[in-house]
């Protein structure tokens, strides 16, 4: 009876994803991703109760990955399509469906490697690439900004958040279990850019923005950091 409150927030997630999907299918791109935001916290409750009421199982382990999918990975990348890619053809196109394959490659990935990588994340999240796309969109919408008005930038990005997650750089996990070191530069520079931005915006979506390409960034600035320790 108990692991019907953690698989109810996963449903949860999937059931906010789809919510984000129709509003993208009716052109309302901000509450798209306000929902997609919404399945991110259903996503982050439902492991926590698990082990808060012993439920944990392998059940529960592949529902989460494939609302994760719906909601991180479909979710975003139609979000993005619908908003802006599909301005660039043929690079839109390719953009959405990498962005999507590597969101169902990284949950792959993490599914089979929990028991070999510890105290970080091999890659960015799911959630995290797929908050990135909904937040931008949202301080888009918010500041009527075009993304096609700036040439390539939006589908590169989108294309690189993509590889992000299936890339072999490692992020923190926050969990407090042997985690590895962050570095000081990656925090001084976090900050500065996380700073930035809110002073830049200075509102709601910008905040959120910051706080998701902050965590993007700090991953690859340690990687940087830890390859020129190697070579010294």
């Not at 929990?114 to 918010?142: K, N, Q, R, S, W």
Request: glycine share 10%.
């Amino acid at each position: 009876m108990k692991a019907i409150i953690p698989n109810a927030c996963t449903a949860a997630n999937l059931f906010f994803g789809m919510l984000s999907i129709l509003s993208t299918y009716e052109g309302n791109y901000y509450n798209s991703g306000v929902f997609i935001l919404m399945a991110l916290v259903a996503d982050g409750m439902d492991g926590r109760l698990a082990r808060y009421f012993g439920v944990a199982s392998e059940f529960g382990k592949e529902m989460d990955s494939l609302c994760d999918l719906g909601s991180f990975g479909i979710a975003p990348a139609l979000l993005a399509y619908s908003y802006s890619l599909h301005q660039f053809g043929t690079l839109g196109k390719a953009a959405a469906i990498i962005f999507a394959l590597c969101g169902m490659w990284r949950l792959a990935r993490f599914n089979v490697s929990t028991d070999i990588v510890h105290g970080y994340f091999m890659g960015l999240a799911i959630p995290a690439g797929g908050c990135i796309v909904a937040t931008t969109t949202m301080l888009f919408t918010e500041l009527n900004i075009q993304p096609e008005n700036y040439g390539m930038i939006y589908p590169i990005t989108i294309i690189i958040v993509g590889y992000l997650m299936v890339s072999h750089v490692h992020y923190p996990n926050f969990k407090g279990d042997g985690a590895e070191e962050i570095y000081l530069l990656s925090k001084i520079l976090a900050a500065v850019m996380l700073v930035s931005i809110i002073y830049a915006t200075g509102n709601v979506e910008g905040v959120l923005t910051a706080i998701f390409a902050t965590y993007a960034v700090i991953g690859i600035v340690n990687s940087v950091i830890a390859l020129l320790k190697r070579e010294v």
